[in-house]
């Protein structure tokens, strides 16, 4: 059964998080000027990551997100891309920084990370953006996927990529049938709260740990996995390339 105070506790996170995100307050622009020297470099694009951190009396933070960078061509979709991340990373600095004015002082001062990790499968390359909120003394973790194509090209949804009418229902079922194993009670979740990528010639599907496991226990998968053998049946194959 699920803990009613882990549950409560999440709850107000994700209001006062859906409060600040209502509240207007013009802030200073996050620095990315350090630069890791690191990178991973392919045919046709380099994945560069710009790195900002801050800490004052009020929170913290610390950032690395990616910056692509075309080797051959000035690819107008890759710096879409770019800007469209580092928009992404200013609003929720600024909503720790709205946030900050409301904290109690028997809490700790709130805190940001935000991280990436890249995967590639399907002529794909996913780039999924880890943003690790505590806020209240209560830490929850969302996700968010971005997709380039080996040329470099930016995918905007993931409807370009797989038949989302098709799968989404054959995968909702089967992460319905694997969780019900483990669940006392059913859970209701939506695909939207997902991030997608694509590994080798598998499908995977993560969601925020919060999403099946309210109750503390560490032991409900927040990770599915899909074959090649059905992968194969919902990709676009004439949006991608096997590799």
Same mark, same amino acid.
């Given at each position: 059964?699920?803990?009613?105070? =882990? ?29 890791? &020297?690191?990178?991973? &470099? ?10 900002? &951190? ?49 904290? &109690?002082?028997?809490? *700790? ?36 996927? @971005?997709?380039?194509?080996? *040329? ?23 992460? #319905?049938?694997?969780?019900?194993? =483990? ?26 740990? @919060? ?5 503390? =226990? ?14 194969? #049946? @919902?990709?676009?194959?004439? #949006?991608?390339?096997?590799?």
């Amino acid at each position: 059964m699920l803990k009613q105070s =882990t549950t409560r506790k999440v709850f107000m996170l994700m209001s006062s998080l859906v409060i600040l995100i209502g509240c207007a307050k013009k802030t200073k622009k996050i620095n990315f000027n350090d630069i890791d &020297k690191s990178h991973a &470099k392919t045919d046709g694009i380099i994945i560069q990551s710009v790195l900002s &951190k801050e800490e004052n009396e009020l929170f913290e933070y610390k950032i690395r997100i990616p910056k692509i960078i075309d080797a051959k061509t000035k690819n107008n979709s890759l710096k879409a891309f770019n800007e469209e991340i580092e928009s992404y990373a200013n609003e929720i600095v600024k909503n720790l920084e709205i946030g900050a004015q409301n904290i &109690k002082k028997d809490f *700790n001062k709130p805190s940001l990370k935000i991280d990436y990790e890249i995967y590639h499968g399907y002529g794909i390359y996913t780039i999924i953006v880890n943003a690790t909120q505590e806020i209240n003394n209560t830490s929850i973790t969302n996700y968010r996927s @971005y997709y380039i194509k080996d *040329n470099g090209d930016y995918i905007y949804n993931i409807d370009e990529i797989i038949n989302v009418e098709e799968s989404f229902p054959y995968f909702t079922q089967k992460i #319905k049938e694997k969780v019900s194993k =483990t669940q006392l009670s059913e859970l209701l979740f939506d695909l939207q709260q997902s991030v997608i990528y694509f590994e080798d010639k598998k499908i995977i599907i993560k969601f925020p740990i @919060y999403v099946f496991n309210l109750d503390d =226990t560490g032991n409900i998968d927040n990770i599915f996995e899909f074959s090649e053998e059905e992968a194969t #049946k @919902y990709i676009k194959k004439d #949006k991608t390339k096997h590799k």
